[in-house]
């Protein structure tokens, strides 16, 4: 199996609404504990490690790749 990142949703919009309407109400504990679990939920559902590994590295990336882009916009202000 290979890590898809094309949107496997019919509406993804209503994925996304999902995930949101999910944290309302929460503290922000709640909803990193929330966060976490749904994680380790779906992981277990792909169940193939490889792509877990290439899924977790895709999202570092996003990650260190948003707070680089940040930091730059900073510097230029």
């Given at each position: 199996?290979?890590?898809?990142?094309?949107?496997?949703?019919?509406?993804?919009d209503?994925?996304?609404?999902?995930?949101v309407?999910?944290?309302?109400?929460?503290?922000?504990?709640?909803?990193?504990?929330?966060?976490?679990?749904?994680?380790?939920?779906?992981?277990?559902?792909?169940?193939?490690?490889?792509?877990?590994?290439?899924?977790?590295?895709?999202?570092?990336?996003?990650?260190?790749?948003?707070?680089?882009?940040?930091?730059?916009?900073?510097?230029?202000?």
């Amino acid at each position: 199996m290979t890590l898809s990142t094309s949107s496997n949703f019919a509406k993804p919009d209503d994925a996304f609404r999902a995930i949101v309407e999910a944290h309302r109400g929460l503290s922000d504990a709640q909803s990193a504990d929330l966060d976490a679990a749904l994680v380790l939920i779906l992981a277990n559902h792909i169940g193939d490690i490889a792509v877990l590994r290439e899924a977790i590295t895709l999202a570092r990336r996003g990650v260190i790749d948003a707070q680089q882009q940040q930091q730059q916009q900073q510097q230029q202000q």
